[in-house]
């Protein structure tokens, strides 16, 4: 599976951005699929997950209530709609697929089996 994100930029706090993140190979609608980020200097951290059938959701404490993730399977693609952008969300952001059964690990790095090249959101003061 080869994931492409795109969507990243500069814009200033209280703006939005949306993410995609395309997916090609393998079976797409049978994937878990999730973002993480990483600011510089900062270790690789949890955003948001969707279920493959897009029944169930998760998100950091840090984003509930501001970005929403969301997939349309015909189009094998997955979005982020962030909101309220302020200047802590900037990072590199990733998105990643999964095979895993144990949702509860759907925050771990290790539970995705395919990553992203990532995409750079800057949220301006």
């Known amino acids: 599976v080869q994931l492409q994100a795109s969507g990243g930029g500069l814009v200033q706090a209280g703006g939005s951005l949306r993410l995609s993140c395309a997916a090609s190979?393998?079976?797409?609608?049978?994937?878990?699929m999730g973002w993480f980020r990483q600011a510089p200097g900062k270790e690789r951290e949890f955003v948001a997950v969707?279920?493959?059938?897009?029944?169930?959701?998760n998100y950091a404490d840090s984003v509930k209530g501001r970005f929403a993730i969301s997939r349309d399977n015909a189009k094998n693609t997955m979005y982020l709609q962030m909101n309220s952008l302020k200047p802590e969300d900037t990072a590199v952001y990733y998105c990643?697929?999964?095979?895993?059964?144990?949702?509860?690990?759907?925050?771990?790095?290790?539970?995705?089996?395919?990553w992203g090249q990532g995409t750079e959101v800057t949220v301006s003061s």
């Open positions: 990643a697929a999964s095979y895993g059964s144990s949702w509860l690990r759907s925050s771990t790095v290790n539970w995705y089996d395919f």
């Open positions: 190979g393998g079976t797409y609608g049978r994937y878990h």
């Open positions: 969707i279920r493959w059938s897009g029944g169930a959701t």
